[in-house]
C-alpha cells in the first residue's frame, strides 16, 4: 500500500545548492526524509522540534533539514546540511 502524501515539499535554491554538496548516501537519505516527511512531519524518527519561527528534522545523526510549515499543506525546506547548520544560525542571531 503506497503512503498517501499530505504535505508538498517545496525546497529553496539554498536547499538544493546544499543538497548537492552532500555525499551520495547522504543526498540519499535526504530524499528519504522528504518522503517521510511529506506524510507526517513529525514521525518519531525524525526528531523534529521547534527552532524559533522553524523546524529542525534529523535525516540521521549528524544531517538536519530546517523548515517552515505553511498552508494549505507545504513544507518548505529551508536548509540542509551537517549539525553544525544549528550553531551557525545561533551564532547570526547573537
Known sequence: MAKMKKYNI??????IKELARLSDENKGQVME?????SVTPFYP???TKKFRKL???SVN?????M??????QTINV???GHHDIIR????RKK
Open 10 to 15: 517545496t525546497p529553496t535554491s539554498r536547499f
Open 67 to 72: 523548515w517552515r510549515q505553511e498552508p494549505p
Open 33 to 37: 526524509t522528504l518522503d517521510l516527511m
Open 55 to 57: 523546524y529542525e528534522s
Open 78 to 80: 529551508l536548509r540542509v
Open 88 to 91: 551557525r544560525l545561533n551564532k
Open 61 to 65: 545523526m549528524d544531517i538536519r533539514i
Open 45 to 47: 524518527s525524525l526528531r
